[in-house]
């Protein structure tokens, strides 16, 4: 019963499965070779790619005998989207931090200019 | 010694704690508040919100005595850019669909314009 974007994000949270994403990024692959980077046995490795499976992110194909993994990013669009919607906050921290830094450069832009003398409020 | 990422996709791995986060995106409030339009005792809120805080998902204010909640947007941000990475990948889905859609098009607007005779060629 849990819904898509649990699955997706659950089969994220783990770094072998982002890696074996990132591995299929090259391009489709067999199980046995997606396995080998990893220090793993080839059960835990299964375990992951079911988890990847059932949430959508690869699949297997059925024609070739040797069947590859491929990667299906239509899961990772849906949470991309999911988290687009916060982007604003983010955006809004970095637009603080940019302000306070402006501040602080005005400010000892004034404290320099005061000390050495103030310069004509003509000057353009 | 789960990484940073691992902590936030599990935080998001679960449809009341992206509600909470929905609910922060609106503006900090109470736990109690918070709570309110779960069906769902205090300390399973409390236990959610524990996973957010540890993921640095959510903060909870020091200064007041009600010490509200708030949404912390720096590991969204991260997780949005983890899965950025594979953009191209749906963009391509995508690209093929609308490849194959315009080919459909196309073949069937050549069947229709061979079957009311043939216009001629040098028609720009």
Redesign the interface.
């Known amino acids: 019963m849990q819904?898509q974007?649990?699955?997706?994000?659950?089969a994220?949270?783990?770094?072998t499965r982002?890696a074996i994403?990132?591995r299929l990024?090259l391009g489709e692959t067999s199980v046995t070779e997606l396995a080998e980077p990893f220090e793993m046995s080839m059960p835990a490795v299964s375990k992951h790619l079911k988890v990847l499976e059932r949430a959508g992110l690869i699949s297997r194909a059925r024609e070739a005998q040797w069947r590859p993994c491929r990667?299906d990013?239509?899961p990772?669009?849906e949470?991309?989207g999911?988290?687009?919607?916060?982007?604003r906050?983010?955006e809004?921290?970095l637009d603080r931090l940019d302000k306070y830094l402006r501040e602080i450069e005005t400010a000892r832009t004034k404290s320099k200019t005061n000390g050495s003398g103030k310069k004509s409020s003509k000057t353009k």
């Open positions: 819904d974007l649990s699955y997706t994000f659950s994220l949270a783990d770094p982002r994403l990132a990024a990667l990013a239509g990772l669009k949470a991309a999911w988290i687009e919607e916060y982007r906050f983010w809004q921290t």
